[in-house]
């Protein structure tokens, strides 16, 4: 049912051609329709003549007569076109050196909310030194979570994350089996501090120390200082680290493809749909490993029919017995840490700017805000 309400997922006629249609779109089901589109400046929508509310829940009317969207402004622009009232919303992201402004001065404009998205360190699994599972264990317990949230804009708009499950994912329950004072056995509710002394005696138990390590991490945005946070603490543990940089669009289908024999991957993973199966089954499932392929989202290549079996069993549960569902699926979450085919870093929130003229601005987990419900005056 989750795969039905996905957003890349639509309703269209039965006689829509399977192939792209270019700047034609077929005739959908919402509200708005598009009366204009340039896909260098922009779209105009505006009602759906042949639109009709039939559940308030399912789709329900709009607001506004006319949504125009603006393509190409750079989010620094964006911000002040915001603060200026030129714009009511922008898609984007508020970027970090702005945070400071727009929370003293627009906070009655602000929006704050978590999203299913969060930063990892994929490990694989089958080459050194990642082979190793008190290899991997160790960079669990070493890596500073605290940097991480910093390199996000502080504890206000991100969180440590010590688990493969998010925040808001149905089976999360707080656990972190990598801090200090705690371990797989006997996980902790929350991230305290890393645990250098324990990290160095899994590194000397394991017989990696000296190894090299490359990172393989995106060029934009905030993933180059994790990649040096990450190399600083491989180093500390006594590894010859060093960081790779790729631009992100060939850096994803790059670390996905076994050909290549990456050793850790920096990445990120947002939720297709508000499950626990979009992280734990697409990125750590054995059918998720796909050798020789760019599409291979397990980029761990990680494979255990054990916990394969859980989590098999959680999704089948998922509509007959929720509640078991979320169970098995809070078991396969630990049972993947106690593996540690990847280091959680952190979950972050979305900063959402508003202008001084919209109301009810509504978001879900996945749909982010809904413009059809944006009131403005």
């Not at 795969?3 to 779109?25: K, M, Q, V, Y």
Request: charged fraction near 15%; hydrophobic fraction near 40%; aromatic fraction near 10%.
């Amino acid at each position: 049912m989750d795969r039905l309400a996905w957003f890349h997922a639509a309703i269209l006629p039965a006689s829509t051609p399977p192939h792209d249609t270019g700047n034609t779109a077929p005739p959908g089901t919402g509200p708005y329709r598009v009366t204009r589109y340039d896909p260098a400046t922009g779209m105009v929508l505006e009602r759906n003549p042949y639109f009709r509310e039939w559940a308030h829940d399912a789709q329900p009317a709009g607001y506004v007569d006319a949504i125009q969207v603006t393509f190409g402004l750079d989010p620094e622009g964006e911000v002040t076109a915001i603060e200026n009232g030129q714009y009511d919303w922008m898609y984007e992201d508020v970027p970090l050196d702005r945070l400071g402004e727009v929370g003293s001065r627009y906070a009655g404009q602000v929006q704050i909310y978590t999203l299913l998205l969060y930063y990892y360190a994929a490990l694989n699994v089958r080459i050194p030194p990642f082979n190793s599972l008190k290899a991997r264990q160790a960079l669990n317990y070493a890596i500073n979570r605290h940097a991480m949230v910093i390199y996000h804009g502080g504890a206000a708009v991100a969180t440590p994350l010590c688990q493969l499950l998010p925040q808001g994912a149905p089976g999360y329950e707080p656990s972190c089996a990598y801090t200090k004072g705690a371990s797989p056995a006997h996980p902790l509710p929350q991230w305290q501090a890393p645990d250098l002394e324990e990290a160095r005696k899994l590194v000397r138990e394991s017989g990696t120390a000296g190894q090299k390590v490359t990172i393989i991490a995106p060029l934009e945005g905030r993933y180059a200082a994790m990649a040096m946070e990450l190399r600083s603490t491989l180093a500390s543990l006594g590894y010859e680290a060093s960081v790779r940089s790729m631009t992100q669009t060939v850096q994803f289908p790059y670390v996905q493809n076994s050909d290549n024999h990456v050793q850790l991957a920096l990445t990120g993973w947002n939720a297709d749909y508000p499950s626990a199966s979009t992280f734990l089954q697409t990125l750590f499932a054995c059918a998720s490993f796909r050798p020789h392929s760019d599409n291979s989202p397990n980029m761990s290549a990680f494979c255990n029919p054990d916990i394969d079996a859980l989590m098999n069993k959680a999704s089948a549960a998922a509509l007959t017995s929720p509640t078991e569902s979320m169970q098995r699926w809070t078991e396969a979450d630990r049972a993947l840490m106690a593996q540690a085919p990847a280091v959680p870093l952190v979950q972050i929130k979305r900063v959402s700017l508003l202008s001084k003229r919209t109301r009810n601005a509504i978001v879900t987990l996945n749909d982010e805000i809904l413009l059809s419900q944006l009131q403005v005056r």
